[in-house]
């Protein structure tokens, strides 16, 4: 189903929309963390080191090109909402032929680099080998992140978040499957959790294919479609790669840090990584509520109504302040249990530092709330640049604790690095936001559509 987010209740549309986008991301995120907690139950903490010591790096990488998907993808619910299909297909297609040589660059270039990179990074010789062995078979399948991440993003802005949730749990019950037929039959160790995982987001991808070839009419391209335009990419790229770099600045910080984590030995690289793994499960409900403010922002932008988004982003910040106080407590008062997800319960000090990481993070689940608000609605309503800049400030604030306050204090001060880094960003966002729609405000100051009785279309 394509839904038409530019008329009737809003805050009904947006909690509908986000709610399996919600289950989505909670499905994508527990099948990243299934890597994890089945090599950490069944390989030990060295293997659950070694896979969480690159998490950064694979932010860096993965990010970016999940950025640039959902930032190709903010042009297509524009002209979803502006009923302008022709340049909605002409924006498929352009995008293909981005994604396709973007996609072959950055897999050469990890080919190349990542040795060089995770020693820069300081990589724990005993657990260097299989950090190795993991994350290149992830970056060597990037072309199956993409694939997925483009198509699901496609039917997300035209409103249909309910079947890419459908893949995803396909795919999740796929991933587990082979983590364990991976690394307990064919003894292919932390390598086999990273096949697992390409394999997983692969057949997610080839099933968001063809439900959009069977299903999908808006998305039915045409010979004349396929003609590369120019101005088209420009225009993809212009929303795609500050998002991208956002998702890639803010790893850079994290980079900082870990190099920094790394000095204090495996443990708290461990510690780091599953609790860092623990927390992202426990705020992907505000990223999903994030999400579907920018597919709404950019569907009502392409229908002027720029009121309509403005009440809807407030709505949704509503809404996501309800689940932080869920969030918050869960984190304060479960950590410990959450934390025998990655490790045995004979592994008491791991246990009391993931612990005391998802305490501190936590307490400033609010403020990561605010971001995923701001900067979603900020990028659906066509303004990339301002949402990496805060990317800039985030990846500041973790270099600051990374570099002068985890060698003097050590772990405790790399759990305070997430939160400051949030609320820098959100000193920017907020007035950035406000600015944006006073200027939109001005470029439409009437609707494009009056109607407002709700549309809802089968694909």
Known sequence: MVK?????????????????????????????????????????????????????????????????????????????????????????????????????????????????????????????????????????????????????????????????????????????????????????????????TVVAQAVSGLLCLIYIVKKSAVLRLQKEDWRPSLSMMKKLLYLGLPMALQFSITAVGSLILQQSVNSLGTAAVSAVGAGNKTSMMLTQPMEAMGIALATFCGQNLGAGKIDRARRGVHQGLLMIMVYVAVATIASLCFGQYLALLFVTADELAVIGDIHKLLSIVGTFYWSLGVLFVYRNAVQGLGYGVPAMAAGLFELVARAVIGIFAVPVLGFEAACYAGPLAWIAADLLLIPVFYTVIHKLKKRYPTPIKSDEKAVTSKV
Do not use: H, W
Not at 22 to 40: C, T
Not at 104 to 120: G, S
Not at 141 to 159: D, E, K, Q, S, V
């Open 4 to 196: 038409d987010m530019t008329y009737g209740n809003s805050a009904k549309q947006i909690l509908f929309f986000a709610l399996p986008l919600m289950a989505g991301n909670l499905f994508q995120q527990f099948y990243n963390m299934a890597d994890s907690m089945i090599v950490g139950r069944t390989l030990g903490t060295d293997a659950l080191g070694a896979v969480c010591s690159t998490g950064s790096l694979n932010f860096l990488v993965i990010g970016f090109v999940t950025g640039l998907a959902s930032g190709f993808c903010i042009p297509v619910a524009q002209f979803f909402g502006a009923k302008d299909y022709r340049n909605l297909r002409r924006s498929v297609t352009n995008m293909i032929y981005l994604a396709v040589g973007i996609t072959a660059l950055l897999t050469l270039l990890t080919a190349l680099f990542t040795d060089d990179i995770l020693r820069l990074l300081g990589t724990p010789e005993d657990i260097f080998e299989d950090a190795y062995n993991y994350i290149i078979v992830i970056f060597l399948g990037m072309a199956a992140t993409m694939f997925y991440n483009i198509l699901a993003g496609l039917l997300r802005a035209l409103g249909d978040s309910r079947s890419p949730l459908i893949f995803l749990i396909i795919a999740s019950v796929i991933n587990i499957g082979l983590d364990f037929f991976f690394i307990l039959v064919c003894g292919m160790g932390v390598m086999g959790a990273g096949i697992a």
